[in-house]
């Protein structure tokens, strides 16, 4: 079946530099793969969606890659801040019900 | 800002009680979507609704139950807590024929049975 795979170690960098998350999936290409940021208690919020026949999207700092080849989505925070302190979690939707199946996720930690 | 609530945000009851976490959204979303959390792990789909009158089980078993008679709310309920249960519940909605396929969550119930 198919599995997301997301990076389980936290991701330390400094203010300004910018962050790169991986996201692998492991069989078929999904659909779309889906972006989300969660802070600590609260539920998961939208940032980006990507098509299999996209390889990059764009919004503000953030930028996404999807790669059919390899089987890996980027997701880029560029110029960071504290602020952008979170987990990210990545999520891959397919054809059918296209219900999203979430990673566990990449804790990111943007140090002043 | 997602327009989806849950109560109660936090919940400690003994084992063997019936609880209802309820679910409301003001989108008119068709689609709801029930997942459990637990810390550091990933969300796993519990429950999902097309709209009234629909309901099914998501990819992990689960032995909560959920009705969908408004369109508007989505609670789940668990006839004997056991501390099995114990979890991070979150509920979701997303509208259909959306673009981007966005899901809009709530902000969880955090649920310990002692």
């Known amino acids: 079946s198919q599995k997301i795979e997301q990076n389980s170690e936290a991701l330390n960098i400094q203010e300004g530099k910018t962050a790169t998350l991986t996201c692998n999936y492991t069989?078929?290409?999904?659909?779309?793969l889906q972006w989300y940021r969660q802070d600590p208690g609260r539920g998961p919020v939208f940032l980006l969606l990507i098509r299999e026949n996209e390889k990059e999207k764009r919004k503000e700092r953030l930028k996404v890659t999807f790669d059919t080849t390899l089987k890996q989505s980027l997701f880029h925070i560029t110029a960071s801040q504290p602020a952008d302190s979170a987990t990210y979690l990545c999520a891959y939707a397919s054809g059918g019900s296209y219900i999203p199946t979430f990673g566990r996720g990449t804790s990111l930690i943007v140090h002043p | 800002e997602a327009d989806i609530y849950q109560t109660p945000r936090y919940l400690v009851i003994g084992t063997g009680k019936k609880i209802t976490l309820e679910c409301s959204q003001t989108?008119?979303?068709?689609?709801m979507y029930w997942y459990q959390q637990d810390p550091g792990m990933e969300l796993h789909l519990i429950h999902y609704?097309?709209?009234?009158?629909?309901?099914e089980k998501g990819d992990l078993s689960s032995e909560s139950t959920v009705s969908r008679i408004r369109t508007e709310h989505f609670p789940l309920t668990l006839e004997s807590a056991r501390p099995s249960h114990t979890s991070q519940y979150l509920c979701?909605?997303?509208?259909?024929?959306?673009?981007?396929?966005?899901?809009?969550f709530g902000e969880g119930s955090r649920l310990t049975v002692l």
């Open positions: 989108m008119g979303h068709d689609k």
């Open positions: 979701a909605s997303s509208e259909t024929g959306s673009p981007t396929g966005e899901l809009f």
């Open positions: 609704s097309y709209g009234v009158n629909s309901t």
């Open positions: 069989n078929y290409s999904p659909a779309y």
